[in-house]
């Protein structure tokens, strides 16, 4: 005896394979057997979608950025500081490293955007923090940087948690 398989078909939308009892394609989620006003949301929704993503996008490439500026005003810095301070030499190697930290994280936010913007920002936080510990005066020193360097940052958290959620 014969074993009888269904007939299936595909997805208009994504080419997976379908029962024919089946109202929505279970990989995309579109209504192949639906009514059209279930199909027009189906893509109206996607629309959105796309074009929140690419907003997020934006926002993940500014943060990224942000991380790059934060790397060469601590290189700057650094040099600063090191012929201020008649060349000491732990401080030019202390700048440097911190600058390199921000490079890495700021090529790592290209695959890994979300954990990367976030260690970003707590090292940049963490450096706040410490900085007004050793000397006071340092808090609002550049507040207005800071802070814009804080809220591009937190931006990008938000937009890498969005691209996550979709």
């Given amino acids: 005896m014969e074993e009888v398989i269904p007939p299936s078909f595909q997805c ?18 579109f209504p192949e057997n639906g009514t059209e006003q279930e199909k027009s949301k189906f893509h109206a929704h996607r629309v959105l979608e796309m074009r929140d993503t690419k907003d997020a996008k934006k926002g ?9 500026v934060i790397a060469a005003l601590t290189m700057l810095w650094g040099i600063y500081y090191f012929f201020k301070s008649n060349w000491d ?9 911190l600058a390199c930290i921000y490079m890495v994280l700021g090529y790592w936010s290209q695959q890994k955007p979300l954990i990367a913007l976030i260690l970003g920002l707590l090292v ?3 450096i706040i923090v410490l900085a007004a510990l050793f000397e006071p005066s340092t808090i609002l020193s550049g507040i207005i940087v800071k802070i814009l ?6 931006k990008g958290i938000n937009s890498a948690l969005h691209i996550r959620k979709v």
């Fill in 60 to 68: 993940i490439s500014s943060a990224r950025n942000t991380l790059f």
């Fill in 12 to 29: 208009s939308f994504c080419d997976s394979s379908m029962e024919e009892s089946q109202v929505f394609c279970i990989s995309c989620g």
């Fill in 89 to 97: 030499i732990s401080i030019i190697i202390t700048y440097m490293i």
């Fill in 124 to 126: 940049y936080l963490t």
């Fill in 149 to 154: 360097v804080i809220i591009y940052l937190g």
